[in-house]
């Protein structure tokens, strides 16, 4: 049975913690060319800098081959099955990265699939970032128990809450989620009123003596239309210098990035000091190297 990446709930703990633990392995340069001939696929539906970067240079530095594959230029785009597409794909490399605009598909393609399937992002999750975003605190406050450190997340139940979600159910985290109470049915779902993570529409109360503060766009990308009303319903949601004072006075600010200037977050927040944004997406890089380690052996 193939190992896959489409959901940190498809992890257990000690699964979780070991592809944590070999992201510092390959950010240490501890790797071969040890997937030498292999072809891994890149498929993506959706926008990508950071990812699509992060996994095509992963691939390079294990040694296996990047096959960039754009949608239109398939039979995807003229109404092949994702099925068939799925087992097309598997007779000619040894795993995919998939980043779609719909998790059904995604699930769909790996149930049709004999190779390794990675979420790369999907409407519902983006495992592989909160992988890069949890090694991230781990590296910075180094010897610090990742359950021991306050991570509050504001915005709405997007792929990322969703898979921080998950991470939080796993590793047992001191987590906070922050937002306007009708934007958090899918992370209220996952957590089943779990009484160890919070959830409320308390930016004051929540970021309080945090140690992270983690926030994200207030429209995803295909929700456009749902915008102005966004902006209205959040904006007591932005992390600004006032929100940061009230957090520990070691705390950091992260951003999954591109970051929407002045709606989420201040100019001053993401440049100050206390941020590590640019610190998660280099992170990224080995984080990739980690996951289509796992998903390979």
Known sequence: ????????????????????????????????????GKVIGLLFEKFSTRTRLSFESAISKLGAYPLFINKDDTQLSRGESIAETARMFSLYMDALIFRTNSHTKLIKFDDNSSIPVVNALSDFEHPTQIISDLYTIKE??????????????????????????YAAMILKLNMVFCCPNKYNKSVKKILKNNPNIDITDNLIYASSNADVIYTDVWTSMGMEKENKVRLKDFRNFQINSKIMDNTNKKSVFMHCLPAHIDEEVTEEVISSKKSIVYKQAENKLYAAMSVIDYVLS
């Open 1 to 36: 049975m193939n190992k896959k990446m489409i959901s940190l709930n498809q992890l257990n703990k000690n699964e979780l913690e070991n592809i944590l633990n070999n992201v510092n392995k390959f950010k240490k340069k501890k790797y071969t060319n040890k997937y030498s």
């Open 140 to 165: 910075y406050f180094n010897k610090k128990a990742l359950n021991k450190i306050k991570i509050v997340y504001v915005g709405d139940s997007n792929n990322i809450a969703n898979s921080f979600a």
